[in-house]
């Protein structure tokens, strides 16, 4: 169990059309900056993916999506056109069957549609209850089942029931099979879109926007990882020779050291992050206290030693050992901050209360993710101090 106190931090999100347009437009800026001109081909797909989605003036008809691992047979189209009626108009999009997929993702097609007609046959199969379960939670969804013995449906319709028991009790038609009888066991469905006709036509765009948001920054945070990667490389050899050329007493000050300034900086510029840099100073400080509490520069430096004497060299002084337990240390908490800056992006202000609260999860997940090849981190090493010689008199 989780109190809302405990919940990573959320950005608030638009709740109109015209926000989520201008929020997605607002990510399309960050991927230019992001991609530079090397990204144009991608950067013109990503706005004509968003000027499909711009508000339409004239009322638009309905899309409804009849899909299924088996369709109904071609003699029974007719029938089902006839039946699926709508004042305002309506469209029946006749999909090819489903196969298995690797990603068990819907066609984009039928994401599109306003509502998702499922034909789904008797015994239910695994691979229908699957791609069910892969349907987006925000798609209006019905199911068409063939059933003359309601007994043998209920009993067949068991694992359905079990994990979606509304769907089964709402949105459920049963069918003999006839085409005559079609238009009876589909007028549920038709009341029902002429009712909520004008709700659909709102909602459906907004889900799509929405869907888009997603995508884009799913695309954007890789994008992000990879520009931290280059940082992260950079930044831990400055705050290793920092570290090599003052050495400290306090393993506070290590700490402190790995959650450099000008490391901060930049992060926030590659995640678009409004906060000052005082804030990512105190969100860097948390995270720094949960390694001191976790035992991480401890352990990062008997495991460097560890390495050191399979190694079998005598190298690496001990002003060096503390400024490559300071090296790891950036990777850990740098990797700890860009987490939490990903869970809060279009956060105003940073919640430290919550900060405090994640740090002792951020670190250990961070820590796992920066698991080191502690040999190759060595030879690495090696190359920086033979770059960066010990200064005279340390």
Request: hydrophobic share 45%; with cysteine.
């Amino acid at each position: 169990f989780r109190s809302r106190r405990q919940r990573p931090p959320t950005p608030r999100l638009p709740s109109t059309h015209a926000a989520w347009l201008e929020r997605c437009q607002a990510l399309t800026a960050q991927f230019a900056r992001l991609e530079g001109e090397a990204g144009q081909a991608d950067q013109q797909r990503r706005q004509a993916e968003l000027a499909v989605l711009q508000p339409c003036e004239q009322p638009r008809h309905l899309d409804v999506a009849l899909v299924g691992c088996q369709q109904l047979a071609m003699e029974q189209h007719p029938a089902l056109a006839r039946a699926l009626r709508h004042r305002g108009g309506l469209r029946l999009h006749l999909c090819e069957p489903l196969q298995p997929t690797a990603n068990w993702s819907w066609p984009s097609a039928v994401q599109a549609c306003d509502v998702v007609l499922y034909h789904l046959p008797l015994p239910v199969l695994a691979i229908d209850l699957r791609w069910l379960e892969a349907l987006p939670t925000d798609q209006p969804l019905w199911l068409l089942s063939h059933a003359a013995d309601p007994e043998a449906a209920a009993s067949a319709l068991a694992p359905l029931n079990s994990q979606w028991p509304e769907l089964v009790s709402s949105r459920l038609l049963l069918w003999d099979g006839e085409a005559r009888s079609l238009g009876t066991s589909l007028e549920p469905l038709t009341s029902w879109l002429e009712k909520e006709a004008r709700a659909l036509r709102e909602a459906t765009p907004r889900r799509r926007l929405q869907a888009l948001h997603r995508r884009w920054q799913a695309e954007l945070e890789t994008l992000r990882r990879r520009e931290w990667r280059s940082l992260l490389q950079r930044s831990q050899w400055l705050v290793a020779a920092g570290v090599a050329a003052t050495p400290v007493a306090s393993l506070d000050l290590v700490v402190l050291a790995a959650a450099n300034t000008l490391m901060l900086q930049e992060m926030a510029r590659i995640w678009d992050c409004p906060w000052n840099a005082e804030q990512l100073r105190a969100v860097a400080a948390e995270l720094g206290q949960a390694c001191l509490a976790l035992g991480l520069v401890e352990w990062s430096s008997q495991a460097l030693l560890g390495a050191l004497r399979l190694e079998g060299t005598g190298w690496l002084l001990s002003t060096a050992l503390q400024a490559l337990a300071a090296a790891y240390l950036t990777r850990v908490v740098s990797h700890a901050i860009a987490d939490y800056l990903a869970l809060s992006s279009g956060v105003a202000a940073p919640d430290l209360e919550a900060v405090k609260r994640q740090a002792p999860l951020l670190i250990a997940k961070a820590a796992e993710a920066e698991r080191l090849d502690w040999t190759a981190f060595l030879q690495q090493a090696r190359g920086w101090l033979q770059a960066n010689p010990r200064p005279a008199g340390t």
